[in-house]
Structures are given as C-alpha cells and as structure tokens.
C-alpha cells in the first residue's frame, strides 16, 4: 500500500473513533454538569476546600473562584520549581531560576505548555507529576468549567447565578478527566510508553560506547497532556521522543486523545441547551476547518516541491524532523490536530515542515483555537463567533440577532468583540516588540522570513495558549520568558472574564420565542456564514504578517 | 474556625479556599494518580515501562527504542553495523556524535536554511561514498535527523543500501543480511498505521549473534 493510501485510511480509522465516542462522552459531560447529585468523595473534597456546594454563584463570584484557584496554582506551581532540589525525587535537578520559572508556572496554569526548557535536564520527577501534571488536569478542568459557565447562560432565564466553580472543577476532574486519563493511561503503557521512577543510568552499549537512559512516571503524564489539550513534553522532543510516543499505534491514539474531548463538548452544549441540532452545527464548523488543515499540510509535506521546501528537494523527501516510524502522514495528521485544537505537542519538527505546511500549522493557531480549539475554551470561543456571526447576519439581510432563544444586544457584543480583540493584539504587539528590539531578534535560528515566522509563530502559541514552537527560536533568554508569561496569562484570563461576563449577560434574560425573522442557526446556512467570519476575522487580522512570513518564503 | 473565617473579607477567603483546593487536587491527580498509575504499569507492564531495555550476554546494551551510534572512537562510522539516522541529540561535546538522551530534539533548521541544505549534501556524499552508492539511490530517512534525535529505525531502503557494505564487512554473503534485515523489519500497525521500519540496535545486535566480526 502506498503511503497516501495509508495516511488516509490512518485518517479515515481516526474519524470513525471519534464519531463512536462523540454522542456517549458529550451526553456524560452534560450529565456531569446538570445533574443535583454530589457523589460522596465530592462531598469530601468540599469540605476540605471548606466551600458550600450548593451555592450557585453570580458570574463576578465565578470568575474571582477562578482567577482566585489560578492565580494561587501559578504560585503553588512556582515554588515547586524553585524548591525543586529539596524534594523527593529530585534526580539531582537544580532549582529552576526565577526567569524560567514563572514561565513554566504561567504557561502550565494557561493550559500553554509552552516550554523553555527541556524536561530532562531541568525538572526532577516530582516537580513533573505533582506541580506541571497536576495542572495539565486544572487547567483543563478551568477551561471547560467556564465553557460550561457560558452554556448556563443561553439555558437560564432571568438569574444572575452560572453555578459553582469548585462543584465544577471537581466533578470534571473526579468524574471525567482522571477515569480517561487512567484508561488512556494503561492503553498507552499497553504501547510501550514508559512509567517508572528509576534513576537515570549509563549503559555500555552495543559497540562499547556510553549512554544514559532516562526514566520518569511518563505514561501517566502523557495521557492528560493529550487529552487536556496541554501538550508539554516530558522530554524535550516533546511526542516525537520514542519514551512519550514509541509506535506508530501511540502516535495515532495519542492524537485521539487531543481531538476527543473538544469534539464532544459540542454534543455536552446541544444536550445543555435541549436543542442538539446546534451542537451538530458547531461539529460540522470545526470538522470541516480541523480536515482542510489535515488535508493541507499533508498535501504540502507529501508535495514539497509545491511546499517550497529546498531541502526537502535535496534530499528527496520532507523527513528533516519527522521520525520513521511515524512518516509524513503521521507527522501531517499529528501537526494538524495539535494546532487546531490548543494542545501544542509536536511529534516533528514545526520549525523545519515545508513553509506552506508551517504556515498552516500557524494558521490553525491564529484561528483563535476554535476548530475544535482546547478543551472547554474551543468551545467558548467558537460559540463567541457563533454570537458575532448571528450579528453580521443581522447587519446582511436584517435578521433579528438571536442565538439559542436570546437577543444578541450591545452589552453581548461588547463582550464578544472584547473577547476577539484580547487575542490578536496580544500576538502582533509581542512579535512587534521582539522584532523590533536588538536583544528579542537575536534569538532568531534561521534567516530570512523564516526568522519572523519564528517569532510570529511563538507570540501566536503563546497568546492561542498551544505551546507548539517552531523550535529554532532560543526563548529561555529574560525577555521571552518575561514577556511570554504575560501574553499567556493576559491571553487566557482577559478572554475567560469576558466570556463570563457574556454569560451573565444572557443569563439575565428572558427567552424569545423563535419568530419568522430569527435565523436558523443549525442549518447549513449557518454553518457556512460561521466558517466564513471565521476565515474573515483571521484573514484581516492576521494577513499582513502571515505574508512576510510563511508567504514570503514559499513563493521566493 | 468556621466563624472565624466568614469574618475575612471576601477575597481572602476566596483565596483561602483556592489554596486548600491546590492541595487537595495536587494530592488526588499529583500524588494518589500517578503512583497508582505506577503501580499498574510496574506490575502489568514491567518491560515496556521501564524502557523496552536490551540486554547482551546478559548485561543491558541500550533499549529497543532510543538509537545509539555505531562509531570508532575517532568518530568514524563501523562499517560492520548498520548506521542509524543522522542525529540532533548531542550535548554539542566532540565526543558525543548524537542518539544522546539527555538531549533530545530535533536540529530545527527551516526547509530553506543553507546550512541544513549544505548539512544534506554533506551527508549524501558521505554515505554515497561509504555505502558504494550512487545519491539519487539515498533515501531521505539517511540524510536528514529525525524529530527526536533519539529515532531507533530507519527505512526498509535505508537499510537496503547498507546490506552490501556490512556483508562485506563481517565476511558474509548479502543474502545471509538481507535475511536477518526481513526479520527486524516490522510493517505498518494494523497494515495502515504508520510507515515500515527496521530497529537498527535489534538488527546489530543479531548480527553481532550470529556473524561476529
């Protein structure tokens, strides 16, 4: 068979899994979330957290529980670091330095993952699975939890209450995220992932030489960094390293892992809303964005020569970065996934894909992480489009502005456009800055435009909370971890408050009734106007840099 | 102490509560998960847990999953061992030609950097002149470095042109090499999943078995 062919039917196996977990997992989460059960073990946890379950909180309430449990991790996650060489399983790391640290702390705590550092000769195995895994399982809780906020909004009428952050964050963590993360978790050990806590050791090798065989409790890190949509490596390589990702089995598991759950909360708001045809609609807007990117940078990897790859055309094939066992179509598949949604693993090398198939991966991150995005904050950024969507439309053919049953009014917009805003701004001020400063542009590994895509594709990482880097870019220098810790936390909560408030907003008001004038927004009307606000507002937002980047080195 | 605290102003106790929850959560996914995770894999997958480690005569060589290098002291490949793809994980010492673990990673360089162009061509003379080959007959997979550094397996025709050379090497016929590559070559999982490799440190080894140099 020929490797196309297998990259597609790889594709195709991929589609089916998700599609049979799709109606089971998102009609769980909305389970999860409406129902007035506490378990027992919740219960507890309440108790100690000292917390009382069943207040429902205003969405001003929620969003300082939030920012309060964030801003306190962030701290927590810091001190780890700093005091890593005290603890336990230190493995003889040394403390983190401040610089890097606060970095590593904001990145984990935004669900980045951006890393500055390489995990094997910077982070002790406890700092591993007690500061940075702990967070890849919040600071997906956080995100989904205030999606969910948002869903409350267009469910409620007439109160101000969203419900209850620590309930939330819990029952997602105890009731979803660690029963996924331990089966995914044995079926990853199942392929040969690693879990142990051996010191690292020297071995003589076959022809006398030496070599040090790293260790760690990966397996189980690795899962909720696939499936919280967190991506930072345990290793350096990040999923390209053989101990995180050793077969082409892992390789296509692990990239179900990232795709799941994000596809399946659409199915948890349509279940929440009681109305499912819109969850299909926002499926249908993300699958058909998430199989273009598929589609083109396997096309441009496969096609190098229509990529612009000089190197690739030297060496007969665009394998500079990618490991054998994996291939052009598990790498394609891999790069695609992980930034569309906001996961930011790498199984190759971003930095050396062909500059249409970089460019894409880049693209997919400038998308906002909407198709289907992170894990709960896709979810609320693609309904933020839905709501700037139903706008134009009103603005097109005058339409009342309605989606699901509430009045898209000024106070909704002001939300959404801040929300949009936070973002974008965030990316070109920072590449503006590093571009233009002496210190920040030295960093640069390779010449020409790449040199900017470079650091165009890190502030996009950063502030889209993805973490994949187009690694040539040295950023453990003092002003990428500085700055880069403050577009992620700027980039993550500025947009989470707003999204609250817009739920708040909704919440208050009362439904209206369907009418004649009201536009369907589970037809495939919709779904194409949404793509096309979606391509729009990136287009104009990002168009100027994208061409003297990833454009510019292409065609030259 | 109930009391007590609703007398705190509001955000101190918001604060209060986010910090009993850090511990209480960091205990739960940070401690009690991943040791029971431990424990599992430990018990139901010792081998693969620990690394898929290779012994040799009884004593660990390496493991089946990361790549070492076949080289002379001076640096120079041994023409006796099939060679592994060229390699990013190096501590950047003279001494240390790659497959290191402690530093994984690819080199990173964009597809239109001179110097990864000139690092290829560099690379196809070399293997052309020590495999007897001519470059439009290299494969890809043996000029450029993997995403890892550390990629164990190269291709069925990366190792295709090596065969002659370690044949002669060992004093062996091609055949008796192409025999022992069939068996260490492993297929697409599922027949669709990924692309077919051959484990370069498996293949050595074996060699090593049953033809000594």
Sequence with gaps: ?????????????????????????????????????????????????????????????????????????????????????????????????????????????????????????????????????????????????????????????????????????????????????????????????????????????????????????????????????????????????????????????????????????????????????????????????????????????????????????????????????????????????????????????????????????????????????????????????????????????????????????????????LYFLTTPATVLAGTGLSIGLRVPRASILNPGPHGLTEILYAFTSMANNNGSAFAGLATNTYWYNTVGGIVMLVARFAPMIFVLGLGGSLARQQPVPASAGTMETHKPLFVGMLIGVILVLIGLTYFPALALGPFAEGLH | MRRQMNRLPGYVRQHIAALRGIVVFTVLTGIIYPLAMLAVAQTAFHDKANGSLVTYHGRIIGSSLLCQEFVSAKGAPLPQYFQPRPSAATSGASNDYGCDPLYSGASNLGPNNPKLIAQIKARQKQVSAFDHVPISNIPPDAVTASGSGLDPDISPANAAIQVDRVAAARHITPAQVEALVKEYTTGRALGILGEPVVNVLLLNRALDEKYPV
């Excluded at chain 1, 780890?80 to 606060?102: D, T």
């Excluded at chain 1, 029963?179 to 050990?189: S, T």
């Excluded at chain 1, 994000?262 to 964005?289: E, I, Y």
């Design chain 1, 1 to 417: 068979m020929s490797s196309a062919a297998a990259g597609w039917l790889q594709l195709g196996l991929l589609v089916a899994a998700l599609a049979a977990c799709y109606l089971p997992l998102g009609n769980y989460m909305a389970h999860v979330f409406t129902t007035d059960r506490h378990w027992r073990l919740e219960r507890g946890i309440y108790r100690l957290i000292g917390i009382n379950p069943d207040n429902d909180q205003k969405w001003g309430a929620y969003a300082r529980s939030m920012l309060a449990f964030s801003a306190i991790s962030v701290l927590f996650l810091y001190g780890i670091e700093r005091l890593q060489s005290y603890l336990l399983l230190s493995e003889g790391m040394k403390n983190v330095p401040p610089a890097l640290a606060w970095n590593t702390a904001a990145s984990f705590v935004t669900n980045t993952n951006w890393q500055n550092y390489s995990g094997e000769s910077t982070m002790g195995y406890l700092t591993q699975m007690s500061g940075l895994a702990v967070q890849n399982f919040m600071s997906a809780a956080v995100g989904i939890v205030v999606a969910i906020a948002l869903v409350r909004g267009f469910m409620r009428s007439k109160t101000d209450r969203l419900g209850n952050f620590w309930v939330d964050t819990t029952r997602i963590t105890i009731r979803y995220l660690i029963p996924l993360a331990v089966i995914g978790g044995i079926i990853l050990m199942a392929g040969g992932v690693i879990d142990n806590i051996a010191s690292y050791h020297t071995v003589t090798t076959l022809s006398g030489a030496h070599q040090t065989i790293p260790g760690g409790p990966v397996a189980s890190q690795e899962v909720i960094k696939q499936a919280g949509n967190n991506g930072g490596g345990f290793f350096n390589a990040n999923s390209a390293h053989p101990f995180e990702n050793p077969s082409p089995f892992t390789n296509w598991f692990e990239i179900f892992l990232i795709l799941v759950t994000p596809f399946a909360l659409t199915r948890t708001f349509g279940k929440m809303v009681k109305d499912t045809r819109q969850g299909f609609a926002l499926l249908a807007v993300m699958v058909v964005l998430w199989l273009a990117a598929v589609g083109g940078i396997s096309f441009f990897e496969s096609h190098y020569n229509a990529g612009g790859a000089t190197a690739a055309q030297v060496a007969h094939g665009a394998t500079e970065g990618v490991e054998t066992r994996f291939g052009t179509a598990g790498c394609s598949l891999f790069a695609a996934s992980t930034t569309v949604t906001s996961t930011g693993a790498v199984n190759c090398s971003h930095d050396s894909l062909t500059p249409f198939g970089g460019g894409i991966t880049l693209a997919d991150m400038a998308l906002g992480e909407v198709v289907p995005g992170g894990v709960g904050a896709g979810l609320y950024g693609m309904l933020v489009l839905a709501i700037v969507t139903v706008f134009v439309g009103g603005l097109m053919v005058g339409r009342t502005p309605e989606y699901i049953g509430k009045k898209i009014r000024p106070a909704e917009m002001k939300y959404a456009a």
